[in-house]
């Protein structure tokens, strides 16, 4: 909220500074629990993601439908979370995080005993609902428990586990599938809930804003099916070719109709501060300047950040044949130095603040991509590979805590899970555009590069199945995978065939990864250049942890607490 806001200044110290409250005396254990729930979302998406092909065998289930069981938690998780962070400001952040462990909990045993494939997709689409409503209140718990000159450090926490999960959620995943059943993916999740919830609510102070706040059901209709149209339209349209769903209904009507809903609920929201109602997403949020260029700078981000561990993940496990596991491994190393980067860069942040910081990591994650353009190559081993890696994971920890840090730098506290939720969900909206644009650029580029490289190796196979070799090789760029093998071949021919369908899709996925990381480079130093519109972090006052706050915002304890 900007300063001529402020009117009055609390008289004692601040809630959540040290000594002000139940939760102050250990606030790292406070943020240890929260964190949990949050690692445990990340870690059973990234776990998924690796069992899709068991999936499909083990509930005679199409592609498709698997592929709607990880599309339906993005939807509903990224769609819910301004309304979800809004909530958290409403009943209390702590009570929301246990609810929405409690819903993950519960969904995740139900996941674990589905027997079909529709069974699944209901089950995750309330996991998608528990995480989202306990992923706004771990930052709104961060703003709410730390002063500003320790937040940097608790971001840093906050940021080694974005760093982690991805790269663990194969790891542990390919050793539950190797030695266990596919629904202790999901199982694995109920034990942790359960002891989570208890530690929460015996540990976590019970905090919400002093004014009652009402929820805005035409704000929450608006900004739910708007995003809806939006996410649901870049998820699904490379599956629709960017054209017809059925009938009249098309992807980009779809994104279109999402487009306008939000709009309105811009609109509404305006008309409703204008009024002093209670709006979903107070716009006075965007008169602090950092929280704006942070969203801004935010989208871009994970506009470019999304796609470096797709299209990576793909190269090796495609491309150069390593299996999940395998590939998890691999990126191991990246993920250390990336956790380590995030608590250094959180120390960094609350010295210097995290403009400069943010800059540095973004313009070093951007130069690791390019040194990864130089070293891929069809044969390319990851020990080559690493070099790069490495940088990038040091420079990945350089991104998103500084990144969180500035963004709030000047939010009220009382407007905490307001500005999680929009954050978070601005930032979710990149990753899904990163991906929608990352995929069509790739699945493009991949169809050109193929079929050069198959027109170029063809003349190796008998005259008859040139023709067919190109053909399928060029086929296989939407499914990001080599061209299956022909049943009716002699074992020669049949093993020459695969050897250079494999090859072909090694040469040919290199050539089109380049491309696609370039693009994400460039997106990346364009956010870094965007780092310079950040304004000074905000200083804090001799006596006072945080900045003043409007009359009306301060915490209380919830109904219960002391």
């Known amino acids: 909220m900007s300063e001529s806001t402020s009117t009055k200044r609390p008289t004692g110290p601040p809630p959540g500074s040290p000594g002000s409250g139940p939760g102050s005396k250990r606030p790292w254990i406070v943020l240890c629990i929260m964190c949990i729930g949050f690692f445990m979302s990340l870690l059973d998406g990234a776990i998924v993601n690796i069992a899709i092909p068991t999936l499909i065998h083990s509930l005679n289930a199409s592609y498709d439908q698997v592929l709607w069981v990880i599309d339906a938690y993005m939807l509903v998780f990224s769609v819910l979370l301004i309304t979800t962070g809004r909530l958290g400001d409403i009943v209390g952040y702590r009570r929301m995080y246990v609810i929405g462990i409690v819903t993950f909990t519960v ?54 586990i974005v760093g982690f999960a991805p790269i663990l959620g194969p790891v542990g995943g390919g050793l539950l599938l190797a030695h266990l059943s596919w629904r202790w993916i999901f199982f694995i999740n109920v034990p942790i809930g359960i002891v989570t919830a208890i530690l929460a609510l015996t540990i976590v102070p019970a905090a919400r804003t002093e004014q009652r706040h009402k929820l805005d059901p035409a704000g929450v209709a608006l900004a739910t099916l708007g995003l809806a149209g939006i996410v649901f339209g870049l998820i699904e349209g490379q599956r629709y070719d960017w054209g017809t769903i059925t009938g009249p209904i098309s992807i980009g009507a779809v994104i279109a109709v999402g487009v306008v809903l939000l709009i309105a609920f811009v609109l509404w929201q305006a008309w409703q501060q204008k009024r002093q109602g209670e709006p979903l997403m107070p716009l006075v949020l965007f008169n602090v300047r950092n ?266 304890s919830e109904p219960g607490r002391g």
Not at 132 to 156: C, D, E, H, K
Not at 357 to 362: E, F, K, Q
């Open 291 to 556: 929280f704006s260029v942070g969203n801004v700078v935010g989208f871009v981000f994970q506009l470019g950040m999304i796609g470096i561990a797709f299209v990576l993940v793909l190269y090796l496990q495609f491309a150069r044949g390593y299996s999940a596991l395998e590939t998890g491994l691999a990126l191991l190393p990246m993920a250390v130095l990336t956790a380590f980067g995030s608590a250094l860069s959180g120390k960094l942040s609350d010295k210097f603040g995290g403009k400069y910081i943010l800059m540095a990591g973004l313009g070093l994650l951007a130069v690791g991509l390019f040194l990864l353009v130089a070293l891929v190559g069809p044969h390319t081993s990851i020990w080559t590979l690493m070099p790069a890696l490495l940088v990038m994971g040091a420079a990945s920890g350089a991104t998103f805590t500084p990144l969180q840090q500035a963004t709030m730098d000047g939010v009220d506290r009382g407007l905490a899970g307001a500005a999680s939720g929009v954050s978070s969900t601005t930032r979710q909206i990149g990753g899904v555009l990163g991906t929608a644009v990352i995929g069509a650029l790739l699945t493009s580029r991949l169809s050109t590069t193929l079929h050069q490289e198959a027109e170029r190796r063809a003349g190796r196979l008998p005259e008859q199945l040139r023709d067919r070799f190109v053909n399928d090789v060029t086929q296989g760029a939407g499914h990001y995978a080599p061209a299956a093998v022909p049943g009716n071949l002699d074992a020669a021919t049949g093993a020459l065939y695969k050897h250079l369908t494999s090859e072909t899709f090694a040469g040919g996925f290199s050539s089109a990864m380049n491309t696609t990381l370039v693009v994400a480079a460039v997106t990346l130093v364009l956010s870094a250049l965007g780092c310079l519109l950040f304004t000074r972090p905000q200083k804090e006052e001799k006596g006072e942890e945080t900045a003043p706050r409007p009359r009306g915002l301060g915490e209380q």
């Open 107 to 160: 969904a995740s045993a139900l996941c674990g005993f589905a027997g079909s494939p529709g069974a699944l997709l209901a089950a995750r689409v309330l996991q998608g609902l528990g995480s989202a409503l306990l992923f706004p209140q771990v930052i709104s718990v961060i703003l709410t428990t730390f002063p500003p000159r320790m937040r940097g450090r608790a971001f840093g926490v906050f940021g080694i």
